[in-house]
């Protein structure tokens, strides 16, 4: 083999092996510098700073929970545009999460109609007459009160002295004073003390029940005994009162009779089911989901965090990832219901998603099944979602496979459409459906470098526009939220 030949192999091998350490260097430093990816694409941090500072207003304030909801939904954008760019589309897909709500629905109402339902009497006329008679549910009075507030830390005499003060305000109504009038000079309540103690119409739901036997047995013009609640001690007047016939609202009250009857039944075979799974909520778990509940990191949960275990009951247990899957197919604002402040409100939405988990079992466990045509329904219309979310994308396949349009260039429109980063956008709900058959991974430690870089993208644009120098991002009117 002569020299000039080895000496041409050796430039083309030097050649070729320069230009593959320089694309392996290029991409690791892409991976350096990249806050999200998701399979071969790659949100940079210049990349997403430019995004953020275009989108946003100048004086809104630029924090991690933004750059957090710019990279969820490149994330969700990214998975859909690649998806609908692939040539077999959403023939791969497992549609299971934008379905498994409606699944657990459907065998809940089968359940429902065999174990509830078919439980149902229909109360004779005479029956239901006498119930009606006995209770007298729809009665309504209009009526006037005078309140004098017990202070908490009151002590037994002090207590004494104001239930004397109000027997004696009582006396005076009794003797024949003005009531209004009493109301106005003595009563704490303000807001009632001002309109002489008006309270109005009301009916059975709309007084504390301890002061309900008292108010209701009272005829217009009469004044009651004082009366003591939480509150304090009060003293009513009845002014007007209207109580239907039953034949006025027999159909009326026959429903209501069946609903209570309906929430008796399920209060009972629910509920023993329950008792009978001992749940019992992990330490701790209340804290996550109130952590979790305002964060689109909710949506890109590892595996590792999605099979950390909220609830353990006799038979299972309960994930972060199977909450995740249930309210974001069912419903994405459904987390709202986690990030209340009040521990104990969080506690008891855990403990009503954790009843329809173990419902949903015992339904499956004495044969309850989607029916196949329903099944295929769901999925059909599953399909039609994905592929309605890519239209409001604006991504059109077609475009995609004859190479008009790119993944990149298509997720950046969409991020720059008007609302794009707001709360309940379409792509929140499709994008956990596609996670499975994609890779992705988030880089949150940096976040603040993306907020570095859009700050001094914005001061830059506030100079260019102070000088009235036109920029790309005002000829492209940019899109601004956070108004």
């Known amino acids: 083999m002569n020299r000039p030949f080895l000496a041409i192999v050796s430039i083309c091998f030097l050649a070729m092996t320069l230009a593959g350490c320089s694309a392996a260097r290029e991409g690791m430093e892409g991976h350096k510098t990249a806050v999200a990816r ?32 710019l990279v969820d939904l490149w994330i969700g954008y990214t998975l859909l545009a690649s998806q609908i760019a692939s040539p077999d589309s959403t023939a791969d897909v497992d549609l299971t999460p ?15 109609q065999e174990t509830i339902l078919a439980r149902l009497e229909d109360p004779t006329d005479s029956v239901l007459r006498d119930s009606y008679e006995r209770r007298r549910p729809y009665v309504r009075v209009e009526t006037h ?49 001002a309109v002489g103690g008006r309270l109005g119409w009301a009916d059975r739901s709309r007084l504390l029940s301890e002061l309900e036997p008292t108010v209701f047995a009272l005829e217009p013009g009469e004044i009651s005994e004082t009366v003591r609640s939480r509150l ?11 109580d239907p016939d039953y034949e006025s609202v027999r159909e009326r009250y026959r429903g209501d009779l069946m609903r209570r009857q309906v929430r008796d039944l399920e209060e009972e075979y629910i509920g023993s089911l329950v008792a009978a799974a001992r749940v ?47 309210l974001l197919s069912d419903s994405p604002a459904g987390w709202r219901y986690f990030a209340d402040e009040d521990s104990a409100r969080v506690h008891e939405a855990l403990l009503q998603v954790i009843r329809n988990e173990i419902l949903t079992s015992a339904a499956q466990e004495r044969g309850y099944t989607v029916p196949e045509a329903k099944l295929e329904s769901l999925q059909l219309r599953a399909t039609q979602q994905l592929m309605q979310t890519a239209s409001q994308s604006g991504f059109q396949r077609s475009a995609f496979l004859s190479g008009d349009d790119t993944v990149e260039a298509a997720v950046d429109r969409a ?10 956008n379409p792509v929140d709900r499709v994008a956990p459906a596609l996670r499975p058959t994609h890779t992705s991974q988030v880089y949150p430690n940096r976040y603040s ?35």
């Not at 949100?43 to 750059?67: G, H, K, N, Q, W």
């Not at 804290?287 to 299972?316: K, W």
């Open 415 to 424: 991020l720059r459409q008007p609302g794009s980063l707001l709360r309940g």
């Open 38 to 69: 998701v399979d071969r694409y790659s949100l940079t941090i210049d990349r997403a700073a430019e995004l953020l500072a275009a989108s946003m207003r100048r004086a809104a304030p630029l924090e991690p929970a933004l750059v957090e909801r």
């Open 280 to 326: 019992r909520i992990i330490p701790g778990a209340v804290s996550l989901l109130q952590e979790l509940a305002t964060s689109p990191s909710v949506r890109q949960l590892s595996g590792v965090r999605r099979e950390a275990e909220l609830a353990r009951y006799r038979g299972g247990v309960f994930t972060l990832g199977e909450l995740a899957d249930f």
């Open 449 to 483: 470098a993306v907020i570095v870089r859009a700050l001094e993208l914005r001061e830059q644009r506030r100079q260019v526009e102070a000088s009235g120098e036109p920029t790309a991002q005002s000829e492209s009117a940019a899109p601004e939220v956070g108004q």
């Open 98 to 112: 934008l379905i498994w709500a409606d699944e657990a629905r459907d065998i809940i109402d089968q359940w429902y």
């Open 145 to 193: 009160q005078i309140l004098i507030f017990i202070p908490e830390t009151a002590t037994q005499a002090q207590i004494d002295s104001l239930k004397r003060y109000t027997d004696a305000i009582r006396a005076r109504a009794v003797a024949g004073e003005d009531f209004a009038q009493l109301a106005r000079a003595y009563s704490q309540h303000t807001p009632t003390a």
């Open 232 to 242: 304090g001690y009060h003293i009513f007047k009845v002014t007007d009162r209207r």
